[in-house]
């Protein structure tokens, strides 16, 4: 069974960093593309980051660029998320996402298993 | 970025009626698209990718067609669990992009 188990969120203020861990089960990790999607109170869905299967291939949005940084560390199965220079617009809830296609980046096959997510809150 | 656009916003039907929803890309992204749906207080479903394709498990009542730029997700006979908000999502190039949602209301 695939498992997705996020964690690492919580409150901080403006300005600081927070690291969310997406630990990975039930599938082979160094497989697969991995994201990250989050979605604020209220809100809709925001693609937010994804790694290719080797690290090869990273992309971020654009609202992230330059703050965040995505890695994975397969011999773990684990994926990652570094947020520095956190602002209140990132409050959100954070899911990790398994990329539907074996080996390939920017698939054609969705995310096909997603975990519960982890929230983040940016507040003073 | 490729900007997606789902019509309606919300849509209020009925137990059994045939619902379409709508999504419109900036820019061509040939098949790059897929479907979720989200219910309150849990994690999207992947329904539709490739932008017909099924997802394994999910009822045939569920349809996606398309390409281009103008894409459609079809409920043929809609369902009491089917309540939901849905979005479409284009996976063509980074930074992937949804929709901002179709919410489904009795």
């Known amino acids: 069974e695939v498992q997705l188990v996020e964690s690492g969120g919580g409150l901080l203020q403006p300005g600081r960093s927070l690291r969310l861990s997406c630990a990975a089960s039930?599938?082979?990790?160094?497989?697969?593309?991995m994201h990250w999607v989050r979605q604020a109170p209220g809100k809709g869905l925001e693609w937010v980051s994804g790694?290719?299967?080797?690290?090869?291939?990273?992309g971020y949005a654009d609202s992230v660029k330059g703050r965040f940084t995505i890695s994975r560390d397969n011999a773990k199965n684990s994926l990652y998320l570094q947020m520095n220079s956190l602002r209140a617009e990132d409050t959100a809830l954070y899911y990790c996402?398994?990329?539907?296609?074996?080996?390939?980046?920017?698939?054609?096959?969705?995310?096909?298993?997603w975990g519960q997510g982890t929230l983040v809150t940016v507040s003073s | 970025d490729i900007q997606m656009t789902q019509s309606p916003s919300s849509l209020s039907a009925s137990i059994g009626d045939r619902v379409t929803i709508t999504c419109r890309a900036s820019?061509?992204?040939?098949?790059?698209l897929n479907w979720f749906q989200q219910k309150p207080g849990k994690a999207p479903k992947l329904l539709i990718y490739?932008?017909?394709s099924l997802q394994s498990g999910v009822p045939s009542r569920f349809s996606g067609s398309g390409s281009g730029t103008d894409f459609t997700l079809t409920i043929s006979s809609l369902h009491p669990e089917d309540f939901a908000t849905y979005y479409c999502?284009?996976?063509?190039?980074?930074?992937?992009?949804f929709g901002q949602g179709t919410k489904l209301e009795i």
């Open positions: 996402a398994k990329d539907g296609a074996i080996l390939e980046w920017l698939s054609n096959s969705g995310f096909d298993y």
């Open positions: 039930g599938f082979t990790f160094d497989n697969y593309a």
């Open positions: 790694i290719s299967w080797n690290s090869g291939d990273i």
């Open positions: 820019q061509s992204i040939t098949g790059y």
């Open positions: 490739a932008a017909s």
């Open positions: 999502q284009q996976s063509y190039s980074t930074p992937y992009t």
